[in-house]
C-alpha cells in the first residue's frame, strides 16, 4: 500500500525481501513498486522493475501497459505501439489501451491503421465523442 501511494521512502525497504519471497503476490508487488515509482516520476526504477515483472509473469498485460505509457510519454511512438499491440493480444477488448494505441499510430503518421483503431473504439463505446476529435 504505500508503494503504490508514491511512499517510496517507506515502502523500498521492503522491496527486496518482498521479490525474493513474493508468495502468490508477485504481480501485485511489482505494480505497486512500479506505480509507486511513476508516481514519483523515478523512470529509472520503474522501468528495471517492469523488466523484471515481465520476465516473471509473460502472460500479464499489465506491464506493458505500462511501459506503453511511458514510452508514450516519451514520444517513442513506435516503441509505444508494440507494447500496447501486446495488452491488446491478451484484452482485446481493452478500449483505452486500444486509444492510446490509436494516439501513437496518429502520431508516427500511420494513419490508416490509426483510423482503424479509432473507428474500433467508436463501436465498442459510441458515446465518447472525444474519439470523434481524435479520429
Known amino acids: ?24 503476490d508477485g504481480q501485485e508487488i511489482c505494480e505497486s ?15 528495471p522493475l517492469i523488466d523484471v515483472w515481465q520476465a516473471e509473469f509473460p502472460g500479464d498485460p499489465q506491464p506493458h ?3 506503453g505509457a511511458q514510452l508514450q510519454e516519451a514520444e517513442q511512438w513506435q516503441d509505444a505501439i508494440a507494447e500496447y499491440q501486446k495488452v491488446l493480444e491478451w484484452t482485446p477488448r481493452d478500449t483505452r489501451i486500444r486509444r492510446q494505441l490509436a494516439m501513437c499510430l496518429k502520431e508516427a503518421r500511420r494513419h490508416d491503421e490509426a483510423e ?18 481524435n479520429g
Open 1 to 24: 500500500m504505500l508503494a503504490q501511494s508514491g511512499q517510496m521512502r517507506e515502502a523500498e525497504p521492503h522491496l527486496r525481501q518482498l521479490l525474493l519471497d513474493p508468495g502468490e
Open 65 to 67: 501497459a505500462l511501459r
Open 33 to 47: 513498486y512500479v506505480i509507486g515509482y511513476l508516481r514519483n516520476r523515478q523512470l529509472w526504477k520503474a522501468m
Open 116 to 133: 482503424r483503431e479509432f473507428r474500433q473504439c467508436l463501436q465498442e463505446t459510441p458515446q465518447d465523442k472525444t474519439l470523434l476529435a
